[in-house]
């Protein structure tokens, strides 16, 4: 059973989610739980919902990618949020659901392995425009002294329509601390050095 209290915020006061979001498929798995596209009810709109394992030590994770999403989703290239939903549970315990923008075209992670078993790479045009996009949703966190600390190609998300966002927030920071935390394999030189300089200025 997830704490019903965090830090901040009780999590047993957020909506049930059975009456708004169906969930219609399967998407993968993020940091702390599953992944899934869901449908509302009401108007027709597809979206993701992260739900989160009922475990107790993720507290402190969960309620930061909560303030996160709620301040500052508000950029194009980070992903939108549209609410955290508690399902209180029977036998799998309860679970809180963080609603988020559906983002049809993958992560970047999908997108060089898709290329990469057809032969095929990225071209450097699309690289600058991927960089590009994430270096601004990055710039956006850290204007609001934020850091994300854990970006990697999965991510970063791609729609559809061209649109690239930044997801996963369990790991940010919102202080100007020389902190980063990345995972194995993963230590962008570009955001490294984003890091630096807006310490530096």
Not at 31 to 55: E, M, R, S
Not at 150 to 172: H, P, R
């Amino acid at each position: 059973m997830l704490p019903l209290t965090g830090n901040t915020i009780k999590f047993d006061s957020f909506p049930d989610p059975s009456d708004t979001w169906e969930i219609t498929e399967t998407i993968g798995k993020g940091t702390y739980g599953k992944v899934f596209k869901v449908l509302n009810k009401k108007n027709g709109q597809k979206a993701a919902v992260k739900i989160l394992d009922p475990v107790h030590d993720i507290d402190e994770e969960i309620e930061a990618e909560y303030h996160i999403l709620k301040a500052l989703s508000d950029h194009p290239n980070v992903v939108k949020f549209y609410g955290m939903y508690f399902k209180k549970g029977k036998k799998n315990g309860d679970q809180l659901w963080l609603v988020l923008e559906l983002c049809n075209g993958g992560s970047v992670t999908d997108l060089v392995k898709g290329l990469l078993k057809r032969g095929e790479r990225m071209s450097e045009l699309i690289i600058a425009y991927i960089l590009r996009e994430a270096l601004m949703g990055l710039q956006h966190l850290h204007n609001n002294k934020t850091i994300h600390r854990d970006v990697k190609g999965n991510n970063i998300l791609l729609t559809t329509e061209g649109g690239v966002k930044l997801v996963d927030f369990a790991s940010v920071k919102m202080d100007k601390k020389h902190q980063m935390a990345h995972s194995p394999g993963w230590l962008p030189s570009a955001f490294a050095v984003m890091v630096t300089r807006k310490h530096e200025s």
